[in-house]
């Protein structure tokens, strides 16, 4: 698993005009090749009145799958110049289907290609970007004897507080970056004179919206 990346937010639609042709980007998080042909599908049965349905996606931690499509339009005009935008901006899973309706002016190679990167890159910005962190999850009990100076210790490190119970002893959940699992059993142990119980459970992402 990645320690980070980058992806969309989850999905938006967003529409740009450019030479009496309307320029429709529909972007999704995606991922896996299935979800991102879904995706494509659900979008070009939607527009089956437009005149081109363009596409391109990347999945997987290491961008093995890499697909795009000029659906009817001059070769590498329109599918490879989005997928240029996705790795321009190191996205992972994420699929963009630009939906062309054409306005009677054409634009040239060298039109198309900035027209369907500025349709998908505006898409992209409209959906929002997130990083992804991987984060353990640590499951910290103490006596309420500590709780102040951890909570206030807590908030001004690295870690993040998921939740706090108030039970027979406080027990907090606390996110801890991945690589970082020793430093935090280190530093908690210290804090508190070995008297917290620490336990490591499951590792999941958190996003965080970014502007790129």
């Not at 996705?86 to 198309?112: E, N």
């Not at 990167?117 to 309420?144: M, P």
Request: charged fraction near 30%.
């Amino acid at each position: 698993m990645l320690k980070e990346y980058y992806t969309v937010k989850g999905e938006a639609v967003h529409e740009i005009d450019i030479q009496k042709s309307r320029f429709i980007a529909h972007v999704k998080r995606a991922e896996s090749e299935e979800e991102a042909l879904s995706f494509i599908a659900s979008v070009k049965k939607k527009h089956r009145d437009a005149n081109h349905n363009c596409s391109a996606y990347m999945i997987g931690e290491q961008n093995l799958i890499q697909k795009a499509s000029d659906d009817g339009e001059p070769a590498g005009t329109a599918g490879v110049p989005m997928l240029e935008v996705l790795k321009k901006k190191d996205l992972k899973d994420t699929a963009v289907v630009v939906t062309r309706y054409f306005g009677g002016i054409k634009l040239g190679a060298g039109g198309l290609i900035r027209a369907y990167s500025k349709a998908a890159s505006e898409g992209i910005n409209a959906c929002g970007i997130v990083k992804r962190t991987l984060t353990a999850t640590f499951h910290v009990k103490l006596d309420y004897t500590w709780l102040g100076k951890v909570e206030n210790a807590l908030h001004h490190s690295p870690y993040e507080i998921k939740e706090i119970r108030y039970l027979a002893q406080v027990e907090l959940d606390i996110y801890v970056k991945e690589g970082e699992q020793h430093a935090f059993e280190t530093w908690i142990s210290d804090l508190t004179n070995g008297q917290a119980d620490v336990a490591e459970g499951e590792k999941l992402y958190l996003e965080t919206d970014v502007a790129r």
